[in-house]
């Protein structure tokens, strides 16, 4: 039977979760605002392009290297690094104008950002009580998803020239390091010697390692990110081809955004509460039919919003849902690199989904049209359907899902 955690082990939880939703608010922040100031000082959509790809870039290389960080250095260790590589890296871009100096910062937020992104997953992962991992990161997930969408207009509502809203958000950071400082957060939870799920005992070394005991749910984060990361961009295009304004176009995406932020927590408690496979399945019948409308968006074109708001919904609790999985397979009880591992896998997975995306998608749309894109979401989504059958079964989960 499963202890239950004390009140102290909760607050954890939340300062936790908090700290790393306030270092993405401030992203959230700044981000347009760099952009802007790019584009004021002359440079093309492209330099903008390539600057604003530098952190997910650094993103993408290192989240698979994170766990042996993680197992040399200290989890908590390269958390608090993490934190302090993109509070400096704002100060940066607060200090100097130099778009070298600039591309530098990036790196150094692309790499805090791996860090903080890796540890807060395993992290949290290691210290929810098993029978609320969806609920906990269902909360986390939707902090997450409303940072991102109201970052951005912090600036606009307030009035902030540039200059004050880089020092913000540098200050918010900050504020963020505190936090973690103070509360400790970042220290690991010891092994215990009991585990609800975990449906291996042998090690786990790496990334990698973890991606072969798990392929299934890497698929599934996959089809996560190409939905709800790699259809964003795509989406906004065959929008304004299809004759709408720059406004309508841009909105498509917007419905994306808000489709992942209301999603999260219901998926979450969904997790806690059925079978994974069931869980799974639904999610996949669900992109299956809102995929296959989409190839009457051009008749409809209401439907781009509909289709796009499923797609970022239930993409994103796709990924939120291979996290918690992930949580219950490389459980405390295999070591903090276990499940520093597996959540790396699921990231890694996801990050890719959100990368080929838009390749692949922006190229079936533009030689097969909405019928192929169509056709190629609903592959998508039916590969969803096929990975949730071959998911171990569920030794036990929290309060005994229900199978039905």
Known sequence: MTARPDAGSLNKIWWLA???TLVVTAFAMFGPVLAVLLAQRGFGTAAVGAFAMIPFACVALLIPLMPRLFARFGMGRCYVAGMVLESVCTLGYFFSDSFAIWCVSAVAGGVGAAAVWNATEALLAEHAPPDQRGRVMGLYQTGLGGALAAGPFVPV???WMPSTTLLAAALVQFAALGIVLTTRVYVSKPATPHSTDTFTHQPVHNTWHAMRLVPALVCIAFVGGVFEAGLS?????????LGLSLAQASSIVGALGVGSFICQFPAGLAADRFAPQRVFGIAGGVLSFASAAFAFAPQWQWLLYATAMVWGGVGGALYTLTMIRVSHHFSARMGAQAVASGTAAMITGYTLGGALGPLIGGAVLQWMGAG???A????????????SRRLPQPVGLGKNPVQF
């Open 18 to 20: 908090a700290a790393t």
């Open 233 to 241: 961009s795509v989406s906004a295009a065959n929008g304004a081809q």
């Open 376 to 387: 190629w979401l609903c592959l998508l989504a039916l590969c969803v359907m096929v990975a």
């Open 372 to 374: 192929g894109l169509s």
């Open 157 to 159: 509502l307030l009035g």
